[in-house]
């Protein structure tokens, strides 16, 4: 079969090295770099990124994981342990430990809301802050998880996406780091596709999708086309229109610094349930220090976009380092904020779009994730799916 791909992003790389196996893949991109918002930027020796925080929601068991070796790419991906840690009145908890913080009522009230999410016994209908509301602390934490991996508020978060995370944590666990960073992902899945003779266009920005007796991307013709742009981008350049519903990106702001002292004894997420704005904040350097140049560590910092001013999001973001950083060395190496046609999320989670258009039209990457998929976890699940359409 010939196939088609818009897009280079983490979505269309991981569709091209599996499908190149045994179908002629051709992969359009419209930048001079390839990986999307999935891949590393350096400046000054540390090994930034276009967008993600070089972590992968599930590590080295979740559906990415599973899918890199399923294509043959052999990346190194070390799971965090803990997972994460919160940051309650300057002293850090494991989430286990969080109860003791809890007066007798709330502590049976939080109790009770953990194993109703266990057991997925739980209102579906209400909001993942709805659920959480009765208990303070619990809602903060809730906005800080929700903020850091969805770059959603809790109340923006539906509580059936939450239902399908939470099955999908007690399945695979926690985060991980690829060792190289997310660029490491993106070269051992290019290495594929070039090993399976599938052909990359580079600068090539594709102006229309046609889907008749054939499909066309502009004016090549294929069997079936694969589109890594977002749903609405497709649907504007498609000769079809397939959108029954819109879906909503999330934004976020990232913070990149540099440190010699650090911050973070381990390599999951610090959460920060009562800053103004920071959600989290990981050091990725204290699992690949190769993301740094030697002496010092890469800390990021994640916020959800809360309102339309930038600059005031970004100020308060500026403020919470500075009261988390107090006392330490530390030096802002890059503010980068993702919003319009670079969104955190082309869809936020639980407004995703179906992958399967038609049989010559498929959608892939974070505007139709999977349910329950944390972003690059989701964009696995919804390659899964087309692939497996393809090839059956
Ligand atoms: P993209 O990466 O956007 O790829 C789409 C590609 O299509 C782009 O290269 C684009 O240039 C190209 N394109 C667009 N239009 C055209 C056209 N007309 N013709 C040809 N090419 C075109 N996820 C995680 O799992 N872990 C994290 O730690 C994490 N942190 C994040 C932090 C931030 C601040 C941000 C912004 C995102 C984060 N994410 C994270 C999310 C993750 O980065 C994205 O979900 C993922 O990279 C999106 O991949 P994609 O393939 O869907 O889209």
Redesign the pocket.
């Known amino acids: 079969m010939k196939i088609g791909i818009?897009?280079?992003?983490?979505?269309?790389?991981?569709t091209g090295a599996l499908l190149s196996k045994n179908h002629e893949v051709v992969i359009?991109?419209?930048?001079p770099?390839?990986?999307?918002?999935?891949t590393n930027l350096e400046y000054e020796g540390f090994q930034l990124?276009?967008?993600?925080?070089?972590?992968?929601?599930h590590g080295d068991d979740g559906y990415?994981a599973q899918l890199l070796r399923k294509a043959g790419a052999n990346v190194k991906i070390i799971n965090s342990n803990p997972d994460g840690t919160f940051l309650i009145n300057g002293k850090e908890y494991l989430y286990r430990d969080l109860f003791s913080l809890l007066g007798f009522k709330d502590k049976i009230k939080a109790i009770t809301m953990s194993a109703k999410l266990k057991l997925g016994n739980v209102d579906k209908n209400i909001s993942f802050g709805e659920f959480l509301e009765d208990v303070e602390l619990a809602l903060k934490i809730g906005n800080a998880f929700t903020g850091w991996a969805l770059?959603l508020t809790a109340y923006e978060t539906p509580m059936s996406e939450i239902i399908e995370i939470a099955k999908n944590y007690y399945k695979f666990g926690g985060?991980g780091i690829p060792i190289g960073g997310?660029k490491a992902v993106i070269d051992k899945l290019l290495r594929i596709i070039k090993t399976n003779n599938g052909k990359i266009i580079k600068e090539?920005?594709?102006?229309k999708i046609e889907i008749d007796e054939k499909a066309y991307i502009d004016d090549y013709e294929f069997d079936v086309v694969v589109s890594?742009?977002?749903p609405i981008?497709t649907q504007k350049?498609c000769n079809i229109k397939f959108l029954k519903s819109k879906p909503k990106p999330s934004k976020?702001?990232?913070i990149s610094i540099a440190t010699k002292e650090g911050i973070i004894k381990h390599g999951g997420v610090l959460f920060t349930p009562e800053c103004e704005r920071i959600n989290g904040l990981?050091q990725v350097t204290n699992v690949d220090k190769s993301l740094a140049p030697e002496g010092w560590h890469l800390v990021?910092t994640?916020q959800a976009q809360i309102t339309n001013n930038v600059k005031k999001e970004i100020d308060l973001g500026l403020e919470d380092i500075d009261r988390l950083f107090k006392g330490k060395d530390y030096r802002i190496l890059h503010i980068?904020s993702?919003r319009e046609?670079?969104?955190?999320?082309?869809a936020s989670n639980g407004t995703d779009i179906d992958n399967i258009v038609n049989d010559k039209l498929f959608l892939?990457?974070?505007?139709c994730?999977g349910r329950g998929g944390?972003?690059?976890?989701?964009?696995a699940m919804g390659v899964l799916k087309v692939v497996n359409y393809i090839e059956h």
């Open positions: 818009v897009g280079g992003g983490l979505g269309g790389l991981l359009f991109e419209k930048l770099f390839l990986g999307g918002r999935f990124t276009t967008g993600a925080l070089h972590m992968i929601p990415l770059s985060p997310c090539y920005e594709v102006k890594n742009i977002s981008e350049i976020g702001i990232k990981n990021m994640h980068q993702y046609s670079w969104p955190v999320n082309h892939v990457g974070d505007g994730k944390i972003e690059v976890e989701g964009i």
